[in-house]
């Protein structure tokens, strides 16, 4: 068995590179653009974490039906991508620790992010697998 080099941001930028030709930025916070979607992806080797998002749309405070809808997509939906909101923008989020990112969950969670974010008004969905009732 051949043992794989601990995820870390020359390993992640090289992946991202070959995953994303609009790539651009420097390590630790690049930039890609998937058709019409910009995708961000930030991490910090320091506290092992890394995140990759994508704005979805505006959000205004007193929009109840709508947060009540991301916060149920959350629960059963959504899966391992998250909405989040920050300074009045839904985004769709992917968090996970950086030293344990293989590159297969790599290819999962940009999936994830880009068809929550695609999925957002209809079905808020990040994949075709729903817990629960739905």
Request: proline content about 4%; hydrophobic content about 45%.
């Amino acid at each position: 068995m051949v043992a794989r080099p601990m995820m870390n941001n020359t390993v992640l930028g090289s992946l991202l590179k070959e995953k994303l030709p609009s790539l651009h930025g420097r390590p630790g916070m690049w930039q890609a653009t998937v058709d019409s979607l910009t995708l961000y992806v930030i991490t910090d080797e320091t506290h092992d974490r890394m995140r990759i998002m994508a704005p979805v749309t505006e959000a205004a405070e007193d929009d109840a039906g709508l947060l009540w809808t991301l916060l149920s997509a959350n629960f059963d939906r959504a899966l391992d991508a998250k909405y989040a909101i920050n300074d009045g923008v839904v985004w769709s989020t992917f968090l996970h620790r950086l030293s344990w990112l293989t590159e297969p969950a790599l290819d999962n969670a940009l999936e994830q992010v880009i068809t929550l974010a695609r999925t957002t008004g209809s079905s808020y969905t990040s994949s075709d697998l729903f817990f629960g009732s739905a």
